[in-house]
């Protein structure tokens, strides 16, 4: 029996530029949350009482439900508040509609990280991570840092092996009218930014902001009679690798490598066929990390073949169009599923890449997830 | 160092991980090692993640090991570690397989130079160190590594 396909048909997230601009006073998730929902269900022309399931990451559903008035749906379920459940979230929703466990599922993500102060290093150490912490070890980046010193070692990458990825989201960011960083930047700016966890700088790093992001999810089939062209999941795949570390010791390849086996085979779409990447950029090298594990770049040699020309909206595969996390916002993964839907719409505006059809989300970290979209 | 916000970040001692802490004391890497299969742990565990059994004993670790990575901490994320930035961490990849997070004696203590170590300098993938034992601020000895000769060989 072939599998139901399944649609992404409305989207919505915030202006991530105008939150960043006023840290007066904290953001109520609930209103960002409820704000892109709203959006949500504006384009895809649903209402609340079409939504019969609801998978809410790093908010609570019962608040959330009672906020917008979704108070009787079928499915529920929280998500905690990292980017790993991005990836998982849209497998959840796409579960529940092949299943029929749920007829529309949305998946709404909000996070006020920016204006409450959230702490992603230094916090309360768990009791794993006190024997780590009392040598001052702290913060995913630091751990990401610690797998790139060894990449550079192994394969010959240099200081400034990073730059174009930095440059080419921050270049990209400058075309979305909703990127907290929309100036350009060059090789020697790159090269001034400071260290944090060195070898990363802080160009490096994804911008904590607040914002939220929602996405409503349902079969191809109801999708097709909804207001805008439908998004399909061609295929969906996700693998494990838990440990108390967020270090793996061969950077997620061979995690990477089976989630990409069993994605292409089911997508029956391969890398080559690809027309535009969103990869979950944490930290720079996870996209070095991530172009391998994935087959678009040679193991060891994604750092050369980033410079050659592929990445930049132009190029063959274009990266990261909306600026990605450091330069868009840092929405733990969410809004790259946004950007995916909008690129393959044709309405991503000055950053839209030229005849769209298939686009890649990818998550390397201890749920390696992926998802090839294409245009219906 | 601020020694009180230092000590708030020590793990605590507890009746399972007391033995670890007993042989910092006493100068010995001390790892659990599952009784039935033999595959060593740390941090302590209930079980052996190999093959679930919880029947564990308390071993002497070789104290061997190599660097798997480092990196250097500019940002000030903790109080204790404010006046220490920046400062080197490493990766250790114990003989025995654990891998843990230290740092160099050296780094903070130029004498160990003297003696063969590698101060503040480059460091290569997989080289060698070993486990030794340094009171720090507050009294707690925790285990740091040293790329210098180990004593006794
Ligand atoms: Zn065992």
């Given at each position: 029996m072939a599998m139901k396909d399944v649609a992404i048909v409305g989207v919505g997230s915030s202006d991530f530029r105008r939150l960043y601009a006023d840290k007066s006073q904290p953001n109520d998730v609930y209103q960002l949350a409820a704000e892109a929902f709203r959006d949500a269900l504006d384009d895809c022309g649903a209402t609340q009482q079409d939504i019969d399931g609801l998978i809410c990451t790093n908010i609570k559903y019962g608040q959330f439900g009672e906020t917008v008035g979704l108070t009787g749906p079928g499915f529920v379920h929280d998500l905690e508040g990292t980017g790993r459940m991005a990836g998982i979230s849209l497998q959840e929703a796409c579960a529940l509609v092949r299943s029929g466990m749920a007829d529309m599922v949305a998946c709404v993500y909000a996070t006020n990280g920016r204006t409450a102060g959230t702490k992603y290093g230094g916090g309360d150490a768990d009791p794993a991570g006190a024997y780590d912490a009392m040598y001052g070890m702290t913060s995913t980046g630091a751990y990401v840092?610690?797998?790139?010193?060894?990449?550079?070692?192994?394969?010959?990458?240099?200081?400034?092996?990073?730059?174009?990825?930095?440059?080419?989201?921050?270049?990209?960011?400058?075309?979305?009218?909703?990127?907290?960083?929309?100036?350009?930047?060059?090789?020697?700016?790159?090269?001034?930014?400071?260290?944090?966890?060195?070898?990363?700088?802080?160009?490096?790093y994804c911008i904590i902001n607040d914002g939220a992001v929602a996405f409503i999810v349902t079969s191809l089939d109801r999708a097709r009679d909804m207001r805008k062209k439908p998004v399909r999941v061609a295929a969906t795949a996700g693998k494990a690798e838990l440990s108390r570390s967020y270090i793996s010791p061969d950077f997620y390849f061979e995690t990477s490598v089976a989630v990409a086996d069993r994605l292409y085979q089911a997508a029956g779409i391969g890398p080559d066929q690809i027309d535009c990447m969103q990869v979950y950029d944490n930290f720079l090298p996870t996209i070095l990390f991530t172009l391998e594990g994935f087959g678009h770049a040679p193991r060891g040699g994604s750092w050369e073949w980033i410079r050659d020309g592929w990445i930049e909206l132009g190029g063959k595969r274009p990266l990261n169009t909306s600026g990605g996390h450091t330069s868009e916002s840092y929405m733990q993964g969410f809004a790259f599923h946004v950007e995916a839907v909008r690129q393959l719409r044709g309405e991503a505006g000055d950053r839209q890449v030229e005849n769209c059809n298939t686009v890649q989300y990818m998550c390397v970290s201890p749920i390696v997830t992926s998802h090839i979209f294409v245009a219906d | 160092m601020d020694v009180a916000a230092y000590a708030k970040l020590l793990p605590d001692i507890t009746p399972r991980n007391k033995p670890f802490w007993d042989g910092c004391a006493a100068g010995e890497l001390r790892l659990q090692k599952c009784a039935d299969c033999g595959r060593y742990r740390f941090p302590d565990a209930p079980v052996c993640p190999e093959c679930l059994s919880s029947s564990a004993s308390w071993e002497t670790a070789s104290g061997a090991g190599t660097i798997w990575s480092w990196c250097t901490m500019h940002q000030k994320y903790f109080a204790a570690f404010a006046d220490e930035v920046p400062y080197r961490l490493v990766y250790v990849r114990l003989a025995e397989g654990p891998l843990v997070i230290s740092v160099l004696a050296e780094d903070s203590d130029d004498s160990a130079a003297d003696s063969g170590g590698t101060s503040s300098k480059e460091l290569r993938l997989d080289q060698p160190v070993h486990a030794v034992f340094r009171p720090r601020p507050g009294g707690r000895v925790i285990p740091q590594f040293s790329t210098g000769a180990a004593a006794g060989m």
């Open positions: 840092s610690m797998m790139y010193q060894r990449y550079q070692a192994m394969y010959g990458a240099p200081d400034d092996a990073l730059a174009p990825l930095a440059i080419n989201n921050r270049a990209n960011g400058a075309r979305n009218p909703i990127a907290v960083f929309q100036k350009e930047i060059d090789h020697d700016e790159y090269l001034s930014s400071r260290f944090i966890a060195e070898p990363l700088r802080l160009l490096d | -």
